[in-house]
């Protein structure tokens, strides 16, 4: 990041994200753009009165003293000159309390209102969702309105109107003013007039709102008792909105009539504080409490502290290789700066403003606020919302974000109550709530630092892999013998039957294959499933943990060597794609091959994607980053709101190309596309182009991992294709017994169950697409293809496929289909199997008695049928955290002949690091 993204981040940032939460948020209730803008307007209006009030108040003590002194200095500047005039006029300043400075005073509100404007231009001005959005006269707000046409030339009207609003505005606000403030305001409506002449309606619309509203606030400026006015109407205002909400509104929802209710109830509070505040100041008989600053900005500190460098700094330290595009690098690192320099804008920069601005009884208001705030923010942290599942790169929940209302109640219940202790302890002990928050930040920074320097150690094994270049390409021969293992991470093997009676033509495409119904995997992650699947049965769990002398980060290597090293070693051109987990890194450590130079390798994960795509993804993440640190030390309450579907209330789904995540609505409908799932579905697309025919008769190994049925998303049906609004409801009605096959129902009833049958549908579609073209250039009969998982996924399907320890057996129901040489037709297989076969399967008939070039042990399946196949069910995937000798303790199942008879498999053991105890 540069020092301008660092200032950007620390004063434009956090106002601009300010305005699209407004702004996302009344969307997603009225669901109508045009009256968004309005609500942006109104409620920004709201929140920043009170900091105009005061700038203006202040303006207008300067424009006094400047009046009451005007004819003292004047006489001084004509009677004196040179050092003496000087020196008059600073005892003349001084005498009258008055400093030179204070001249600036009289632009507080225009430098308020630049960043402001900075914020809102960016915001409205890039906001897709306005692109062709009527909103009454004004027939597209994301154009310029160009509502008058004379004799062929377009007129704007919006930005004539907000110019003659402004004009009049400054009338009024100037009328008895010097002669300088009136050409300033002046200048700055035709300033405005000619910038945003051309821009979009819909910022013109709300900067003309913004005038009206700062009309009005100057009318009432001219009255008496103005707040008194402004409360009575502004209650006026939200009876009107109430009403309307509950009666009125043409397209009533829960949602939208709560929302405009709700704001109906808050806009009584100007009223209801206005009557009661005469009284409350008529009891007040104790001397007024005086502000300090150092505990607001102490609490600032520690909120900025905690909210942008702790958390996200605990996220990114769970795994950071995640967050790490090898293709695009950006360090992690600066995510965690960008979020503290985004919450320091807020909770430093821009509170403090409104605290510096603020009369001494509301700092100790400011002060109180700020000490409770950081208080009740480390209990939501630390105590509640812990358990949510896995969050992804994109910082979403697999599962989605549900907090029960239980537990809403008892976070409101607690959360009150600290406050109470809180507010206690500041009326009792105020001067230590200083060095108390001064200390709790320290440690925030130290706890933060020990992540940090994890997070550094983490991504420095990555940069090495850094070298790794050019676009990835493998070969196939006409006339040799080619060998293609690809693994496709997570891959359902379940799904198959019900995916090719749902599109019979998929059997045509996978002519050849024979689809294996009785698999097992070894483990329920890929750190237990891929080892065996690479190396064959000498790295089941089991063997692995048997030898307990070595790291299991070399063993898991030497699985991934295996096979490349065997076919290297008998004169096959090889290549290695995405060697999963390679130095237990989660980019692949390519280097892992450095003793074999014949041995070609690429990363292919996002290798395709374009690089707008990629800056994007950046600067979400160094948004949504600040947001969720924001989630979690809120109330529970709050959390669903803020999270958004986890968008965190950002604009998706624009048809821009631009991949910024998807909100699903039901098991039909989605808006929006994810970055992970197109990085690897855009691989699969493009495995044509990677694709080399050769004329040669040279023998052939190719090895890749996918990472598309990893990273489930909402698609298209029946294509399966991936856009940005989704909407499958009538196919999903009319194709509803796809799910039932052979008088077996799969349990579809969540969209977390759709999408993976979803996406695994999508992988098909795309692999068919690839063999079409082996076909077309004559490769396909002669090339072994391989497809297979390291696991399943536990997604309930059936009640019946359920194990005596509580698992799903879905999560070690693996992928394995095999396309033989010269092989015809698409078969089923109920022959027990493991992806531990893989390597036989690969090696059988092209390399005579295959034999492990690490520890010289034959290649083959006899310990399939020699004993018990031992299965470790850990959820303990991290390698970061399971990586020493043996795998760490966990739950061993055994199974033997047909994993879809559960009485075959017995529960071992509950938590060991053997099945054997």
């Known amino acids: 990041m540069s020092f301008g993204a660092i200032l950007d981040a620390l004063l434009f940032k956090p106002l601009q994200l300010l305005f699209e939460v407004i702004y996302m948020v009344a969307d997603r209730m009225i669901d109508n753009p045009g009256l968004s803008i309005v609500v942006l307007s109104l409620v920004m209006n709201l929140l920043v009165l009170p900091l105009y009030k005061r700038a203006d108040a202040m303006q207008e003590e300067e424009r006094d003293m400047e009046m009451r002194l005007r004819d003292g200095v004047a006489h001084i500047k004509k009677t004196f000159s040179g050092d003496e005039k000087m020196m008059i006029l600073q005892t003349y300043y001084r005498q009258n309390n008055y400093k030179p ?54 007129v704007n009207i919006l930005p004539i109107i907000m110019t003659a609003v402004n004009l009049v505005s400054c009338v009024i606000f100037t009328k008895g003013g010097t002669l300088k403030s009136k050409i300033q305001l002046y200048a700055m409506a035709l300033f405005f007039l000619v910038f945003l002449y051309t821009s979009p309606a819909g910022l013109v619309f709300y ?194 974000l549900d907090l029960d209302l239980k537990s809403q109640l008892i976070n409101a219940a607690v959360i009150a109550a600290v406050a109470c202790l809180l507010y206690v302890i ?55 013998k080619n060998v293609v293992v690809l693994m496709l991470d997570r891959a359902m093997g379940e799904y198959v039957p019900y995916m090719f009676n749902e599109k019979p033509e998929l059997k045509e495409k996978f002519s050849g294959f024979t689809y294996y119904s009785n698999v097992i995997s070894f483990g329920v992650s890929t750190n237990f499933g891929s080892p065996a699947l690479f190396g064959g049965y000498e790295y ?22 295996v096979m490349p090293v065997l076919f290297d070693s008998n004169n096959f051109d090889v290549t290695v794609c995405d060697p999963v987990y390679a130095g237990y890194q989660w980019i692949p450590d390519l280097s892992i091959y450095d003793d074999y130079p014949d041995i070609k390798t690429y990363i292919t994960n996002g290798a395709f994607m ?22 979690k030390s809120a109330p529970l309450c709050m959390q669903e709101i803020i999270y958004s579907h986890g968008t965190y209330n950002q604009e998706i789904g624009t048809d821009s190309g631009i991949y910024s995540g998807q909100v699903r609505t039901g098991s039909s409908k989605s808006v929006g596309k994810t970055k992970e799932f197109m990085d690897s579905y855009i691989t699969l697309v493009n495995l044509s182009y990677m694709t080399d025919i050769s004329d040669g008769s040279e023998n052939t190994f190719m090895m890749m991992t996918n990472n598309l049925t990893h990273e489930p998303m909402m698609l298209r049906e029946p294509d399966y294709a991936p856009i940005d609004k989704v909407d499958n409801t009538e196919y999903d009605r009319e194709h509803a017994d796809r ?41 396909y009969d002669n090339t072994r293809i391989i497809l297979v998982s390291d696991h399943g996924r536990c997604l309930n399907h059936s009640e019946d496929f359920i194990l005596e320890g509580g698992d799903d057996a879905d999560c070690f129901y693996p992928l394995l289909m095999v396309k033989d040489f010269d092989s015809e037709g698409f078969e089923t297989s109920d022959e027990f199997m493991t992806n531990g076969d893989v390597p036989t399967l690969a090696a059988a008939g092209v390399i005579d008695n295959p034999v ?57 053991t509950k938590y060991a690091d053997s099945p054997l105890g």
């Not at 707000?141 to 008058?148: A, C, I």
């Not at 089941?540 to 060597?561: A, G, I, Q």
């Not at 374009?610 to 989630?631: E, L, S």
């Not at 977390?752 to 079409?772: G, K, S």
């Open 101 to 154: 400075t204070y001249v600036l005073r009289g632009a507080i509100s225009l430098f308020l209102e630049i960043p402001f404007f900075i914020a809102a231009y960016r915001f409205l001005s890039g906001l897709n969702l306005l692109n062709g959005v009527s909103f009454g006269p004004i027939a597209d707000l994301g154009s310029p309105d160009g509502m008058l046409v004379i004799a062929g030339f377009t």
């Open 207 to 400: 900067w003309t709102l913004n005038n009206i509203f700062s009309l009005i606030k100057t009318i009432f400026y001219k009255i008496k008792n103005p707040g008194r006015v402004l409360s009575i109407l502004t209650s006026f205002c939200g009876i009107a909105l109430f009403v309307f909400g509950v009666f009125f509104y043409s397209y009533p929802t829960p949602k939208r009539t709560a929302f405009f209710v709700f704001c109906g109830l808050v806009m009584q509070i100007p009223l209801v504080y206005s009557l009661l505040r005469r009284k409350i100041t008529a009891k007040r008989k104790k001397k007024e409490e005086l502000p300090n600053k150092k505990v607001f900005f102490a609490g600032g500190v520690f909120l900025s502290v905690l909210i942008g460098i702790m958390i996200p700094s605990t996220v990114i330290n769970a795994s950071p290789q995640e967050f790490v595009d090898i293709n695009y690098f950006y360090h992690p690192m600066w995510y965690i700066v960008s979020s503290f320099c985004i919450a320091f804008g807020i909770f430093v920069i821009w509170l403090g403003v409104f605290y510096w601005l603020a009369k001494p009884q509301v700092k100790v208001i400011f002060e109180k606020a700020v000490w409770i705030l950081s208080g009740t923010a480390v209990v939501n942290y630390m105590f509640f919302g812990r358990d949510l599942g896995l969050l992804s790169t994109k910082l979403q929940f697999e599962e989605g």
């Open 426 to 480: 500041v009326k009792l002990w105020k001067k230590r709530t200083f060095e108390i928050m001064t200390i709790a930040a320290i440690a925030l920074v130290g706890m933060s630092f020990v992540n940090m320097v994890n997070i550094n150690s983490s991504v420095k094994a990555l940069e090495i892999t850094d070298e790794n270049s050019g676009t990835p390409k493998f070969n196939l021969s006409k006339n040799g």
């Open 540 to 561: 089941t769990p089991y063997e692995m943990n048997k030898r307990d002398s070595e790291p299991l980060v070399d063993k898991h290597d030497e699985s991934l060597k």
């Open 610 to 631: 374009d690089k707008d795509t990629r800056i994007k993804a950046v600067v979400d993440r160094n948004r949504n980053f600040f947001c969720y640190g924001i989630m």
């Open 739 to 779: 799910f039932t096959l052979n008088g077996r129902t799969l349990n579809m009833e969540t969209d977390l169950q759709i999408i993976h049958y979803q996406t695994n549908m999508a992988t098909m579609l795309q692999l068919a697409r690839w063999f079409d073209y082996l076909r077309d250039n004559g490769v």
């Open 852 to 908: 492990n070039p690490f520890t010289g042990n034959v290649i083959n399946s006899d310990e399939k049928t020699a004993h018990d196949q031992y299965i470790l069910c850990s959820y303990d995937w991290d390698v970061t955290k399971n990586n020493g000798n043996k795998f760490n303790p966990g739950k061993w199942y055994s199974v033997r002949d047909n994993m879809k008879d559960l009485s075959n498999w017995k529960l071992l």
